[in-house]
């Protein structure tokens, strides 16, 4: 099993900046991919973006040129920085960790609630 600990969310003006962590725990050792979802209010999750072990990262099309994933290895955590937020970025965010073989397991969810 994987254990996933989001933190970092909270209510921050449009424009501004933050920064969410995922910590894993637990038989990580065949993670592949971790990434992060969201789920706005009345709307199905969305992929934010994932990044690999070997440090490849995607990106939905909303988020490109404002969200940056990255992860520490050492530290088994991924990030997401999130700059110049916009309203609509309003959501839970969910982290997300993916076996080799497809298992995923999620995290519990840490809300960004964007202020205009």
């Known amino acids: 099993q994987v254990q996933l600990v989001e933190s970092g969310g909270g209510l921050v003006q449009a424009g501004g900046s933050l920064r969410l962590s995922c910590a894993a725990s637990g038989t990580i050792f065949s993670i592949n991919t971790m990434g992060w979802h969201r789920q706005a209010p009345g709307k199905q999750r969305e992929l934010v973006a994932t990044?690999?072990?070997?440090?490849?990262?995607d990106y939905a099309d909303s988020v490109k040129g404002r969200f940056t994933i990255s992860r520490e290895h050492t530290k088994n955590t991924v990030y997401l920085q999130i700059d110049s937020v916009k309203p609509e970025d309003t959501a839970i965010y969910y982290c997300?960790?993916?076996?080799?073989?497809?298992?995923?397991?999620w995290g519990q969810g840490t809300q960004v609630t964007v202020s205009s």
């Open positions: 997300l960790a993916v076996r080799a073989r497809g298992t995923r397991y």
């Open positions: 990044i690999t072990s070997g440090g490849s990262t």
